[in-house]
């Protein structure tokens, strides 16, 4: 059955069996790896993505693939991309150099952007997962962060434009689920890294790959004693999806519950890359978490899911990514 037409995109077949799926933030580090997984399983992929922080590389081998469509517009006028079975939100900044860059941007996406993907699945009887953040913790009280503890936020700082419009976003989520009835899933996500992860948008893995791989100092904020957990992102692909297959609507953390300092992290990367870099220290920037660390007991009771990949492997199969990077002089 030809899918309905919408003025961006030519009519599509509707597969009975595999799933027509729109995916906010294609282009980014993430939605990129989701789409990636997504058409592996066989599945039709719309992505959308108004290239603000994304990087059209990241999709630039699918270019002659035919069950995905890219379309560059921003999700906050509203779109139709036609009948979809699915939707992951992912488009938002997402480190903090470029959600306080684009501050009105973060909010607007967060909501008014956010809404309008919740438009499309009500219209549709799609699911739809939206792509939280560790951030709603704030700078938790309570450690591990367990998704019901209700966080520790400044609702007036710099990050707030990125944490309050996550939390606005959850009370969206969940007022569409209640109100609406629409099958939502949220996703509380911890630091994520891997291949596709900007080079230069200031999240700490990048930035300390970058660093020892162009020979200089790495950055280490504040002493460096400040501890967070990161998850490779083939794991986090991997619970995202059964998490949204899953029947839990409340919010879900997803990360990896292996807790590193700061230094602990340059360490392995100095270690990685056989880099002889020394480490510089930089004062710590407002409101900057001094601990993050997921509980993910929810997530391995629900969803069957943890993180199979340690940090040193993660940063090793991350190497050629920011080595052809930094040859490029990124
Ligand atoms: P990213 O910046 O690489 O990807 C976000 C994408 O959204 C970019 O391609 C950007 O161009 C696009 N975008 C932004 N505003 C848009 C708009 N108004 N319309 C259309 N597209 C828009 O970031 P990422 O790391 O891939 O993060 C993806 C999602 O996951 C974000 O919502 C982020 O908040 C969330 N998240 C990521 C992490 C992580 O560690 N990577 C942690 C917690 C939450």
């Not at 913790?137 to 419009?165: F, I, K, M, T």
């Not at 996550?166 to 569409?176: F, H, N, S």
């Not at 791989?213 to 998850?231: E, H």
């Not at 992290?265 to 601990?291: N, Y």
Request: charged share 20%; with cysteine.
């Amino acid at each position: 059955m030809p899918v309905s037409a919408h003025p961006d995109l030519p009519a599509l077949e509707r597969d009975p069996v595999t799933m027509r799926v729109l995916v906010t933030g294609a282009a980014g580090f993430l939605g990129s790896h989701l789409t990636d997984r997504l058409l592996g399983e066989g599945h039709t992929v719309v992505g959308v993505d108004n290239l603000s922080t994304g990087d059209p590389e990241n999709l630039a081998h699918l270019a002659q693939e035919p069950r995905f469509q890219f379309v560059e517009r921003d999700i906050c006028r509203p779109f139709d991309p036609g009948p979809v079975d699915y939707v992951f939100n992912l488009a938002s900044p997402a480190s903090p150099p470029e959600y306080l860059r684009l501050g009105l941007e973060t909010l607007r996406v967060g909501s008014a952007g956010t809404e309008n993907t919740l438009e499309i699945a009500a219209r549709y009887g799609a699911g739809h997962l939206h792509s939280s953040t560790s951030e709603c913790y704030g700078d938790p009280l309570v450690h591990p962060q367990r998704e019901n503890y209700w966080g520790h936020v400044n609702p007036v700082g710099p990050r707030s434009v990125y944490d309050e419009a996550k939390r606005y976003g959850e009370a969206l989520i969940m007022a569409y689920h209640r109100s609406r009835g629409v099958n939502t899933h949220l996703a509380r996500i911890f630091n994520t890294y891997g291949p596709r992860l900007h080079p230069s948008d200031g999240r700490v893995v990048s930035n300390f790959l970058m660093q020892a791989l162009r020979g200089q100092p790495l950055t280490v904020y504040g002493d460096g004693s400040q501890t967070r957990s990161f998850c490779y992102v083939d794991d986090l692909i991997e619970g995202i999806l059964r998490l949204s297959r899953s029947g839990e609507h409340f919010p879900v953390n997803l990360g990896n519950p292996g807790e590193f300092t700061i230094i602990e992290c340059a360490q392995a990367v100095l270690e990685v890359t056989g880099s002889k870099s020394t480490l510089c220290f930089e004062s710590l920037p407002e409101d900057d978490p001094a601990r993050r660390c997921p509980d993910i007991t929810k997530a391995r009771t629900l969803l069957g899911w943890e993180p199979q990949i340690t940090l040193r492997e993660g940063l090793r199969k991350s190497l050629e990514f920011f080595r052809s990077k930094a040859a490029a002089g990124a």
